[in-house]
Nanobody, 117 residues
């Protein structure tokens, strides 16, 4: 497992942008498939985006396609989630997760994003 710490969440108005960061201490994340998930109040945690460890391909939930972008940082121990055109329904606690083989087995503590209309 790897220790992950998210940051960048805050309150923003609809239509605004945020960039979330996920950092690992003492580990390079390039060997992991990395994902972002979110959990809105009263709802289950849902998948947002992922970037594969091999080749760097990405995939997104339909609800965020064209608005969110997942990427890896140049330092190789950071992953980002750029969120544009934010909507009130994007309000949630956002978590990053790492998968070494198959399932995500390392999770951060989450960072809260609030989008007001």
């Amino acid at each position: 497992q790897v220790l992950l710490v998210e940051s960048g969440g805050r309150s923003v108005q609809a239509g605004g942008s945020l960039r979330l960061s996920c950092a690992a201490s003492g580990r390079t994340l390039s060997s992991y498939t990395m994902g972002w998930f979110r959990q809105a109040p009263g709802k289950e945690r849902e998948f947002v985006a992922a970037i594969r460890r091999s080749g760097g391909s990405t995939n997104y939930a339909d609800s965020v396609k064209g608005r969110f972008t997942i990427s890896r940082g140049n330092t190789k121990n950071t992953v980002y989630l750029q969120m544009n055109s934010l909507k009130p329904e994007d309000t949630a606690v956002y978590y990053c997760a790492a998968a070494w083989a198959g399932s995500y087995d390392s999770w951060g503590q989450g960072t809260r994003v609030t989008v007001s209309s």
